[in-house]
């Protein structure tokens, strides 16, 4: 049976919803040629770096942009290299080359700028590793339903990487889409997360897919290649948020950590003694969409907190 998003028009990259005026540059690749990277940028004050996560777009952010730029920050959020606008060279996305891009970025559009970080699911481990490789210029981390704090053996590592394929990604109709949306990204599956299922399914259609495919099976990869939990000691004075909904269906890994997603919770306690670390209840992965107004306010409070005196002189 074909689904309501099958029979509608193909999508294009370029045609996802975007929560301002999309803007792109381009930046270095880590051997030195260029992408073009994709990225919205507006209100004034402090820079908040919004940082997707894996197979999404700036657009999954829609539900937060307005409201911290009427609590007086500026907000830059960027689609990473591999996926929405954003160009998708055949590289391998780990997560330093990722997190280059992004400091690339930043360089062109807030240059000598300290910035607040936020990162949901892979774009939570893309901001560790920009926190460990350009510490001076991030005020604070805030990561939602973040990766890199839950550890992996090399076997566990080796049977994820055998299950993942592009061809096996790109084969699910929208009957197995849904159910893995519902299943596995939201608590509560509502409008939103109907609209993001719509893009996702409609972009097969797109002449990019098949990069975009490739930059998702790659970027699986590079978390688990890439980890970093073991260095989170160097980030210890760096005003840090954590937050995960409690019905997280994605962490721990309900295949190899079947468990409640406060144990993920308990070890970011551990790993960022110093951090601020927050369960919503009755929430998935999605936490940024399915309780925004927690989420912002919880961003709000980590800037508000890395302006502190106190967190200035300790980051000095």
Excluded at 56 to 81: F, I, M
């Amino acid at each position: 049976m074909t689904g309501r998003h099958e029979l509608s028009a193909p999508l294009t990259f370029e045609a996802l919803a975007a929560p301002a005026v999309v803007r792109k540059v381009t930046v270095p690749d880590i051997d030195g040629s260029g992408v073009d990277v994709a990225y919205i940028d507006v209100g004034q004050g402090p820079v908040v770096v919004l940082i997707h996560g894996l197979g999404e777009h700036l657009g999954y952010w829609s539900e937060n942009v307005d409201g911290l730029v009427r609590q007086g920050l500026r907000v830059v959020a960027l689609d990473l290299p591999g996926s929405g606008r954003s160009g998708k060279p055949d590289l391998d996305y780990s997560m330093i080359q990722q997190a280059i891009w992004l400091n690339a970025l930043l360089e062109i559009v807030v240059p000598e700028t300290s910035v607040h970080l936020v990162g949901h699911s892979m774009g939570g481990q893309v901001a560790l590793r920009a926190a460990l490789l350009y510490r001076r210029r991030i005020s604070s981390l805030t990561l939602i339903a973040p990766a890199g704090i839950e550890r992996f053996t090399e076997a566990e590592v080796r049977f994820l990487k055998q299950g993942t394929s592009a061809r096996a990604l790109g084969e699910k109709d929208e009957d197995q889409l849904r159910a893995y949306h519902t299943r596995a990204l939201y608590a509560r599956f509502g409008e939103v997360a109907e609209h993001h299922l719509g893009e996702r399914v409609r972009l097969r259609g797109s002449p990019d897919f098949a990069a975009y495919l490739r930059a998702v099976v790659r970027g699986i990869h590079a978390m688990l290649d890439g980890p970093v939990a073991d260095e989170l000691g160097a980030l210890r004075d760096l005003p840090t948020t954590v937050v995960f909904g409690e019905q997280d269906a994605l962490i721990p890994n309900p295949f190899l950590h079947p468990g409640p997603t406060a144990d993920v919770a308990d070890e970011a306690r551990r790993l960022l003694p110093h951090a601020h670390v927050v369960l919503l209840p009755d929430v998935g992965h999605m936490a940024q969409i399915e309780a925004s107004a927690a989420v912002d306010f919880l961003i709000v409070e980590n800037v508000k907190r890395a302006s502190a005196p106190m967190a200035l002189e300790s980051s000095r």
